[in-house]
């Protein structure tokens, strides 16, 4: 049973560039959340994606963007990268239930490290 | 706002040793509490949660108390392993307010032979 994966591992841009990362869910799972991890500080919630529309968004500018496709899976997308935009990113998965999905555990992927120079 | 405040690292610990990683809280509702753990180049295991006040999760020795009272969620584990070194998350999700976890900064353990 594959669990969250997440491509590329590593990846190295310049400012200004664009950046699009991938997310593939654990299998039945329907919704996909993506995270941003800077260096020595915990994941920050960056927006959550279920039947291919984004659900729920956290502070971030609308540089950065996303897509839900009909498998599931999902991309990020940001553009006119910043220095500060280097961090983990890291992808959650979860199955939708009922209500707000609070009893529903997120499985997290290994995340791809973003560089920005 | 929401937010977690955890104590601070490095904890460094002999083998066998007592943990207690503290954990408070700040929540405008009545948030589920978890605790994830992240090993070098990984990314974040569940480890335990706990959805209302007064319960405790378990997982693997590992066990946190859902304390209302003192809005805290401390993790604890009676006898730590070599193999427990990781860095350690504190998080909320607040009922009705979907997916988003909202972390803590983390706190990395060390434990020594």
């Known amino acids: 049973d594959a669990g969250v994966t997440q491509s590329p591992t590593h990846l190295i841009k310049t400012r200004g560039q664009q950046v699009t990362l991938r997310c593939s869910p654990k299998?039945?799972?329907?919704?996909v959340s993506w995270y941003q991890q800077a260096l020595g500080q915990g994941p920050q919630f960056i927006f959550q994606y279920y039947e291919e529309e984004e659900r729920q968004r956290g502070n971030f500018p609308d540089r950065f963007s996303g897509h839900q496709f009909p498998n599931y899976s999902s991309e990020l997308n940001v553009n006119a990268l910043l220095l500060g935009d280097s961090a983990l990113y890291l992808c959650?998965?979860?199955?939708?239930?009922?209500?707000?999905?609070?009893?529903?555990?997120?499985?997290f992927g290994d995340g791809t490290r973003l560089s920005i120079l | 706002g929401n937010s977690v405040t955890q104590m601070e690292g490095p904890v460094t610990l002999s083998e066998e040793a007592f943990l207690t990683i503290n954990c408070t809280y700040t929540?405008?509702?009545?948030?589920?509490l978890f605790w994830y753990v992240q090993y070098p180049g990984e990314g974040l295991q569940l480890l335990l949660k706990?959805?209302?006040?007064?319960d405790k999760g378990s997982n693997k020795g590992f066990e946190a108390t859902y304390r209302k009272e003192t809005t805290s969620f401390h993790l604890e584990k009676g006898s730590v392993q070599v193999s427990d070194s990781a860095v350690y998350f504190c998080a909320l999700k607040l009922t009705g307010g979907g997916n988003k976890l909202t972390f803590g900064t983390g706190t990395q353990l060390k434990v020594e032979l």
């Open positions: 929540a405008t509702g009545y948030p589920s």
């Open positions: 706990a959805t209302k006040a007064d």
């Open positions: 959650a998965s979860s199955l939708a239930g009922l209500g707000d999905y609070s009893n529903q555990p997120q499985h």
């Open positions: 299998s039945g799972h329907d919704t």
